[in-house]
């Protein structure tokens, strides 16, 4: 039973998410992620913030 509540709850978090990801430049990757990692805040976090800033500027 635990198998099939594990699989539910991987299917209704794929209905609700999607995967993004990008390839960038190695250096500024690690930037980044320092100075996330100063600021306390993760990179889906981050990134969520600013995907809300430019679809507010496009509103």
């Known amino acids: 039973m635990a ?3 594990r699989a ?3 299917k209704q978090r ?3 998410r999607k995967h993004f ?3 960038i430049d ?3 990757a690690e930037a980044i992620e320092r100075k996330l990692a ?3 805040k993760t990179k889906t976090a981050w ?3 600013k995907i ?3 679809i507010g500027r496009q509103k």
Request: proline letters at 0%.
């Open 3 to 5: 198998g099939k509540s």
């Open 8 to 10: 539910d709850y991987f």
């Open 21 to 23: 990801s990008v390839l």
């Open 14 to 16: 794929r209905e609700t």
């Open 47 to 49: 990134l969520e913030e």
């Open 38 to 40: 100063e600021e306390g």
């Open 52 to 54: 809300d800033e430019e």
């Open 26 to 28: 190695r250096q500024k």
